[in-house]
């Protein structure tokens, strides 16, 4: 574990933050870092940018540790170690499906493909505008459908309410979803009878971050989502029975 300064804060909306350190981790798209605030906990992040020398994490609000983060100052100092876990596939014609902070993953992806010359669509969902992050980036490199649950941005709704006719109108060849694991069950199960390939970038609480304690591992499968994960392509999902229904907690407990 090596600590970095802050070097810069960029705020998205209320809660929700951009943190960038000095500091590159030739990570690929869907890998996380574990960031440390000395004295309070470890947590695992995607990396939403990598440029200019400069890593990028984004950030949502939730409980103990990221209110903490929130605090945080350009300067103050906190620990990254990484990259973890395996990444997204880089395909053609490919539909990007983000969901509130499960956007920033798909940030790295969309850029890596448009510097690749990789045609893609992006479907882009979160309660409110101010946390549907970096869309004007995603708007400046692909075409792009808007959902929030409030109207500010884009249609009302969810981003599966035209899920079917979008992946028909767009020829649409591979799938991409990172976002709320309930989002993930409604768009595995539109997308199932098409038998369009997919991949899923996941969450699950994490430990140690490089496979040794089992905090992570996905039932009945055994996947550890911090090593053959988060990306999960739908071969690494069939034998996975817990998906939206439970997961462990901060004991190991399944709730
Ligand atoms: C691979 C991966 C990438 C992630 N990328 C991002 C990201 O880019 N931006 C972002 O805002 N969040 C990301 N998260 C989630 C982030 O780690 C949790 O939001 C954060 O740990 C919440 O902690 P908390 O103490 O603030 O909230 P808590 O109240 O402790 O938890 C809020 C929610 O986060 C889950 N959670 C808590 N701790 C962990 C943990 N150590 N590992 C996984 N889930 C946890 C809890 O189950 C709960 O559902 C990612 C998680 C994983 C596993
Ligand atoms: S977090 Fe320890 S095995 Fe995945």
Known sequence: MQTFPIQKIVEHGPGVKSFYFEQTFEALPGQFVNLWIPGVDEKP????????????????AYGPFTQELMKKKVGERLGLRGPFGHGFSLKENSLLIGGGIGIA?????????????????????????????FKSHFQEISTCYFYTDDGSFGEKGLVTEHLLQIIQDEKIEYIYAAGPEIMFVKVKELIDPLSIPYEFCMERYM???????????????????????????????????ELGKVHRNATGRRE
Not at 50 to 59: A, C, D, H, M, R
Not at 113 to 130: I, N, P, Q, W
Not at 208 to 223: E, F, N, P
């Open 45 to 60: 992040f995607s990396i939403s940018c990598e440029q200019n020398g400069l890593t990028e994490i984004s950030v949502k």
């Open 105 to 133: 993953p798909l940030r790295r992806l969309a850029q890596e493909l448009s510097d690749l010359g990789m045609r893609f669509v992006s479907l882009l969902g979160a309660a409110t505008e101010h946390e549907l992050i």
């Open 207 to 241: 430990k140690c971050g490089i496979g040794i304690c089992g905090q992570c591992v996905l039932d009945d499968s055994g996947v550890r989502l911090c090593v053959e994960g988060p990306v999960l392509n739908q071969d690494d999902l069939k034998g996975v029975t």
